[in-house]
C-alpha cells in the first residue's frame, strides 16, 4: 500500500483517480459524508483505493485508512456500496489521552 499523498485538493484526488480508471485499474473512492464533535477530516474529504491498495488522499488523516482500504477492496469485488462508521466515545477518548471523542461516517463506492 502506498500513499500518494494524503492532503490533496479534491480535484487531485479525482483526477488521480480518473487516470487510474484510463490504465484499466479498479478504483474506489471513499468520502466523508457525516462528522461529529472531534473529527481529523471535514465532511467531503475523499479516499482513492485502487485494487492494489495504492491511494490517494484521506478520509481520517490515517486513523482509519487501513480499515477503508480493506472495506474498499472489498466493494471493488463486490460492486456494492457501503456506509462505514468509525468513532470513538468521549469516555474512551480521555482514557487515551484525547480532548473528546468523535465520529465519522464514510461512503464507499466503486467507480465505474
Known amino acids: 500500500m502506498t500513499d500518494v499523498k494524503s492532503t490533496l485538493p479534491a480535484e487531485d484526488i479525482l483526477y488521480q483517480a480518473l487516470n487510474w480508471k484510463k490504465d ?18 471535514p465532511a467531503g474529504s475523499q ?3 485502487d485494487e492494489t491498495g495504492q491511494m490517494v488522499g ?3 488523516g490515517g486513523c482509519v485508512e487501513g480499515a477503508v482500504i480493506q472495506e ?3 466493494i471493488l469485488k463486490s460492486g456494492q456500496p457501503k ?5 470513538v466515545s468521549n469516555d474512551e477518548a480521555w482514557e487515551v489521552g484525547l480532548a473528546c471523542g ?3 461516517n464514510v461512503f464507499v463506492e466503486k467507480l465505474d
Open 24 to 41: 484499466g485499474r479498479e478504483v474506489a473512492l471513499a468520502t466523508v459524508i457525516n462528522t461529529w464533535g472531534s473529527a481529523p477530516r
Open 58 to 60: 484521506s478520509v481520517s
Open 102 to 104: 468523535g465520529k465519522i
Open 83 to 87: 456506509t462505514l462508521e468509525f468513532g
Open 47 to 49: 479516499l482513492a483505493i
Open 72 to 74: 474498499a477492496l472489498e
